[in-house]
């Protein structure tokens, strides 16, 4: 069984930095692609970054250069370094692992199966 659990959201000024973690207790780090993924409010889900199994990294569009994620893998923790935060981005940030089929893209939401329960990012001036 796979238990995600996610920290280190809150609340920031535009332009600043948080550190999203992502405690993985069944080791589905060592196996799968892990990612994070996010939904605003009246928005769908979508993929922001995502780390496969292989150690490949692929960020959504929008926060390609201010976002980094990463893999502790002495610790089964999975981060999202997030720079430059901007006014679009508040959102509840989930973690999620285990790609489910190649047939769907990579950063799609309906494609993992184990979640964590969320970590609420906001951003105001």
């Known amino acids: 069984q796979v238990y995600l659990m996610e920290s280190g959201g809150g609340s920031v000024q535009p332009g600043g930095s948080l550190t999203l973690s992502c405690r993985d207790s069944g080791n589905a780090s060592l196996k799968s692609a892990m990612g994070w993924f996010r939904q605003g409010t009246a928005k769908e889900r979508e993929g922001v970054a995502l780390?496969?199994?292989?150690?490949?990294?692929f960020y959504e569009d929008s926060v390609k250069g201010r976002f980094i994620i990463s893999l502790d893998n002495a610790n089964n923790t999975l981060a999202l370094q997030m720079n430059g935060l901007k006014p679009e981005d508040p959102a509840l940030y989930y973690c999620?692992?285990?790609?489910?089929?190649?047939?769907?893209?990579?950063?799609?939401?309906?494609?993992?199966?184990?979640w964590g329960q969320g970590t609420q990012v906001s951003v105001s001036s």
């Open positions: 780390r496969t199994g292989n150690g490949e990294l």
């Open positions: 999620a692992a285990y790609r489910l089929t190649a047939t769907l893209p990579r950063l799609s939401p309906l494609n993992y199966k184990y």
